[in-house]
């Protein structure tokens, strides 16, 4: 098989979920578009995506996710990306959310970035740039950012079982959504940034329902790794941070650490914290 040669200028952005842990606040404004500094979530993600050439991105927004749109018909990246739209009718799980965008897709491959999901990184060769480099590197049908996490945390994410030692980048055998700490193939979890080749659509619908009864992604990467697919993964590094906005507390740590990477508001923060305003 041939590596990935193709310059990637499509991403996928789901972003139709409730966000029910962080009512009320949700009752009013879309997850994705809660502030992190001096810009909403998916503004940072959009950023991102801007930065490694994405020039089409897709959201997959719920029936109700006007206020997504009404967002960027104003936005700065306006003319610099060009945005369509997806929706997700019902909630059946992040793999059909993807597979929504399947027509605007098309035949390219494709970046998915979580949006309620910020990595912050102070290289410039950050997470996602590591992971069209990588992914273009070696022959494989998806790449996946992943992070370390306590091997406790297990049952939160879908976790990857490396071939061999951890690198730069690596080929894994396995991925398990929300496994059983005991039966975690590794502390390795799935950081909410993908790369795939469009073959993904297909394996999504051969895709049963899984864990909440929805259908995961992590079990469609799983299908094909299981026919002989191959999957590449980046880590993170000790100082980048991955941020999944669901709760309050996560939401208030991205907050600060985004303020803090921010050289306008990291003096206020630090003032604040040391109780000096």
Known sequence: ??????????????????GTRLRPLT???PKVLLPLGTKPTVQHIVEEL??????????????????????????????KVRISYAVQKTQKGLADAILQAEELVG?????????????ISPYDDFPVRRLIS?????????????????????????????????????EISDVIEKPPVEESPSDYAIGGRYIFRPEIFDWIRRTPPGALG??????????GI?????????????????????????YC????????????LSAIVEKVAKGES
């Open 1 to 18: 098989m041939p590596t990935n040669n193709s310059i990637i200028t499509k991403a996928v952005i789901p972003a139709a979920g409730h």
């Open 27 to 29: 009752n009013i404004i």
């Open 50 to 79: 801007q930065a490694v050439g994405v020039e089409d991105i897709i959201f997959v927004v719920s029936p109700t996710g006007g206020s997504i749109r009404e967002y960027f018909d104003s936005a700065d990246c306006k003319g």
């Open 107 to 119: 035949e390219d491959d494709f970046i998915v970035a979580l949006g309620d999901t910020v990595v």
């Open 134 to 170: 990588a992914y273009q590197s070696n022959p494989a049908f998806a790449a996946i950012l992943v992070e370390k996490v306590p091997i406790s945390t297990s049952p939160k994410y879908g976790m990857v079982k490396p071939m061999g030692e951890i690198a730069e980048s690596f």
């Open 214 to 223: 929805e259908i995961q992604i992590t079990d469609a990467v799983r299908l």
């Open 226 to 250: 299981s026919a002989g697919k191959r999957v590449w993964c980046v880590p993170t590094r000790k100082d980048e941070y991955r941020y999944d906005i669901g709760d309050f507390k996560v």
């Open 253 to 264: 740590a991205a907050f600060i650490k985004t303020c803090m990477a921010d050289p306008h």
